[in-house]
């Protein structure tokens, strides 16, 4: 068993980092190399990325690697000339490789690719100087006037209103201008080794063939989540920065990243009104009409909130868009949202899942008209998960689950009908068929028993060769 799972990893990493054509025939500059743009040679001094990073910085998506393959495919910057390659080690200068102006960034067509060396901060100012949250709140907002004013004991189960929730509201503005970084169209985002995004938001909005590969992301935190009294029986804490957030945009691959909360996790946050106060939102959402994303290879960790697809039960836009294939990613300690799909044909294969903790609530949330396909996923169960906690009804009707298999605490791994044990212990059941069967796949869909040997070892940043 040892040998085929290694044969497995190593095929699989052969297949994952091999060159595309596009890579094969980068433009060159001096020497026969890539020109990097930026004022100085690499952050911090020392030497640019080496040739097999470069020539990774130009590879494509390979030919039918999921739902991003489909149409014209997902090439990112891969045609950039050597003026639009970039080394950045600040959020300005990542501004600046982007097209300059944060502002209008996201409607930058220029096929541009972008390393990211060393750790990058959101709320880096201009000058290099760290703000904090009081840098950015309005003159009328602080966290005890916020409390003071919507206790429900004092305001009720009403949505919080008024000069200190405008004040709020202008605070997120200053916010979101700071640590959200805009994406626009025809851009590969790629770390090198040790490359960190921290404390800000990558928004593709609008922005088509985006690759965004080799990162860890780190706490995208919100200064100032808003109070929500009529969310859920008790009310709850929300917050509004994703760290990788895709809207309105096609052929997005989202490969080899990891996602956490580092040294601030949200099962550290202070209670408020009876309710955590929840300083994260998503880990990579796809919403607002978007389509035609591949994400594979990411390993997400320790987190609560990871990915939705789809934000909104209304049937209108978002009908026969967010196509989404997840493959070969690590589910580590996260807690829901593992998706959960509206609308959307969803393809999630040979994905593990290593689920315990307090809190958990599930893994594939089945929305509105959502159509999920799960095939050969491998499900490690700590002490209080079973199988049937694996699915959430959140109104939809269909998933199709074959080939998973699920370890449960103190015992061997097996194979498990999803649907059935989900309906042996709730109503109303959901139907096996999801009606579809997915067919951009590239390579051979992996035995779930293979899956944890293959994916632990491979998923995540700092696995490619940079």
């Known amino acids: 068993m040892r040998r085929i799972a290694a044969g497995a990893a190593l095929i699989t990493l052969t297949l994952t980092v091999a060159p595309t054509p596009a890579a094969a025939h980068p433009p060159t500059g001096n020497g026969g190399g890539v020109t990097l743009s930026t004022t100085r040679t690499a952050p911090g001094g020392g030497t640019g990325p080496s040739p097999l990073a470069r020539q990774l910085g130009r590879q494509t998506l390979p030919t039918g690697d999921g739902w991003a393959a489909a149409g014209p495919g997902t090439t990112g910057g891969a045609t950039a000339t050597a003026d639009q390659v970039h080394l950045v080690g600040s959020r300005t200068e990542l501004v600046t490789a ?17 390393y990211v060396k060393g750790t990058i901060d959101g709320f880096e100012d201009t000058d290099g100087r760290l703000l904090d949250c009081t840098d950015l709140a309005d003159p009328g907002y602080s966290l005890t006037a916020y409390l003071a004013a919507y206790d429900p004991v004092v305001w009720g189960r009403v949505t919080p209103s008024g000069p200190v929730e405008q004040a709020r509201v202008r605070s997120v503005t200053n916010q979101t201008r700071q640590t959200q970084i805009n994406v626009g169209p025809n851009t590969t985002i790629i770390g090198l080794r040790g490359a960190r995004l921290t404390g800000l938001t990558l928004m593709i909005d609008r922005a088509p063939n985006v690759i965004v590969r080799n990162i860890t992301f780190d706490d995208a935190r919100d200064c100032f989540p808003a109070w929500s009294p009529t969310d859920g029986d008790t009310g709850n804490w929300n917050s509004q920065y994703d760290q990788v957030s895709v809207r309105r945009s096609e052929n997005v691959w989202i490969d080899h990243n990891t996602f956490t909360d580092g040294d ?203």
């Open 98 to 114: 982007l097209g300059g102006d944060n502002a209008s960034n996201a409607s930058n067509t220029t096929p541009k690719i972008v």
């Open 264 to 466: 601030n996790p949200d099962s550290a946050q202070p209670i408020h009104f009876g309710r955590p106060y929840q300083a994260h939102d998503g880990s990579l959402d796809i919403t607002h009409t978007a389509s035609l994303v591949t994400a594979s290879w990411n390993r997400f960790v320790g987190r609560d909130k990871l990915m939705l697809i789809g934000s909104s039960n209304t049937v209108g836009p978002d009908v026969g868009r967010l196509d989404v294939t997840l493959h070969h990613n690590l589910f580590d300690r996260v807690l829901q949202r593992l998706p959960r799909v509206r609308f959307g044909q969803v393809d999630v294969y040979n994905n593990a899942y290593r689920l315990d903790g307090e809190g958990f609530e599930y893994a594939i949330g089945v929305g509105v008209q959502s159509a999920v396909y799960a095939e050969n996923n491998h499900f490690t169960l700590g002490a209080g998960v079973a199988a049937a906690d694996l699915l959430f009804d959140w109104g939809g009707t269909a998933i199709t689950t074959r080939g998973n298999w699920v370890r449960q605490a103190g015992g061997l791994p097996r194979p498990v009908d999803l649907v059935a044990a989900y309906n042996a212990t709730h109503e109303p059941q959901l139907s096996p068929d999801a009606g579809w069967t997915p067919t951009l796949r590239r390579g051979p869909v992996l035995p779930a028993p293979l899956v944890p040997l293959v994916v632990g070892p491979l998923a995540g940043a700092d696995r490619l060769p940079l």
